[in-house]
């Protein structure tokens, strides 16, 4: 795994990570772009209990998965960024360990509702996942998954090389409206853009 640098990224508006991803192909653009400038005031998770059981239950998460699939996580605190864009980054939960203990995969630890359908599930974090595949030029990925608190299962994901030429795309293209100034659409369709279909 190569990256051209890590560093931490606190501040939002200074690039675009793995959450930005699903804004921009779910076509919300204007609300990602005014989030990053500061008009849309995000919201306070501090009290949201789905996003707070997420935060919560991660490590969890990453033992029930090693237990489950027999595999080893290594916990991640780096952020890593594109090696061509600086403000390409990625902040992941983890990477899955080979049994040299060698990085094979990203790791990414979700808890969800009881009632999410299992078919949405990968569609729901897939442009994360690619974002993240993207940037730590990892090949696979691991969706760990916790429905409410009766069900688990993890998802094995491989790299999407044309969604990710595509994903590319419409991140350049929204950086450019960052750096002029200029507001995107209200929404814009990532597949008329990047002239594809997932």
Same mark, same amino acid.
């Not at 500061?38 to 996003?51: A, I, K, N, Y």
């Not at 299962?153 to 960052?178: G, N, P, T």
């Given at each position: 795994?190569?990256?051209?640098?890590?560093? *931490?990224?606190?501040?939002?508006? !200074?690039?675009?990570?793995?959450?930005?991803?699903?804004?921009?192909?779910?076509?919300?653009?204007?609300?990602?772009?005014?989030?990053?400038?500061?008009?849309?005031? $995000?919201?306070?998770?501090? +009290?949201?209990?789905?996003?707070?059981?997420?935060?919560?239950?991660?490590?969890?998460?990453?033992?029930? %998965?090693?237990?489950?699939?027999?595999?080893?996580?290594?916990? $991640? $605190?780096?952020? +890593?960024?594109?090696?061509? /864009?600086?403000?390409?980054?990625?902040?992941?939960?983890? %990477?899955?360990?080979?049994?040299? %203990?060698?990085?094979?995969? #990203?790791?990414?630890? &979700?808890?969800?509702?009881?009632?999410?359908?299992?078919? &949405?599930?990968?569609? *729901? /974090?897939?442009?994360? #996942?690619?974002?993240? =595949? =993207?940037?730590?030029? =990892?090949?696979?990925? @691991?969706?760990?998954?916790? +429905?409410?608190?009766?069900?688990? *299962?993890?998802?094995?994901?491989?790299?999407?090389?044309? +969604?990710?030429?595509?994903?590319?795309?419409?991140?350049?293209? %929204? @950086?450019?409206?960052?750096?002029?100034?200029?507001?995107?659409?209200?929404?814009?369709?990532?597949?008329?853009?990047?002239?594809? !279909? *997932?």
């Amino acid at each position: 795994m190569t990256t051209k640098s890590t560093k *931490k990224i606190l501040d939002r508006s !200074t690039g675009i990570g793995g959450s930005d991803a699903t804004y921009l192909v779910e076509g919300d653009w204007l609300k990602l772009y005014q989030i990053k400038k500061g008009v849309w005031e $995000q919201e306070d998770l501090s +009290f949201v209990l789905p996003v707070q059981l997420g935060i919560h239950t991660e490590s969890f998460n990453r033992e029930w %998965f090693m237990a489950m699939n027999d595999m080893n996580v290594e916990e $991640q $605190q780096s952020t +890593f960024v594109h090696k061509d /864009y600086d403000y390409i980054y990625a902040n992941v939960d983890g %990477f899955v360990l080979s049994n040299e %203990f060698k990085p094979i995969g #990203i790791f990414e630890a &979700k808890h969800t509702n009881a009632f999410m359908k299992e078919d &949405k599930v990968i569609d *729901k /974090y897939y442009a994360q #996942i690619q974002h993240y =595949m =993207m940037v730590t030029k =990892m090949n696979q990925a @691991w969706l760990s998954v916790i +429905f409410g608190n009766l069900k688990y *299962k993890s998802y094995h994901i491989q790299q999407d090389k044309d +969604f990710q030429k595509r994903l590319l795309i419409a991140e350049k293209l %929204f @950086w450019e409206h960052m750096v002029s100034g200029n507001e995107p659409a209200d929404h814009v369709d990532f597949d008329a853009i990047t002239g594809g !279909t *997932k």
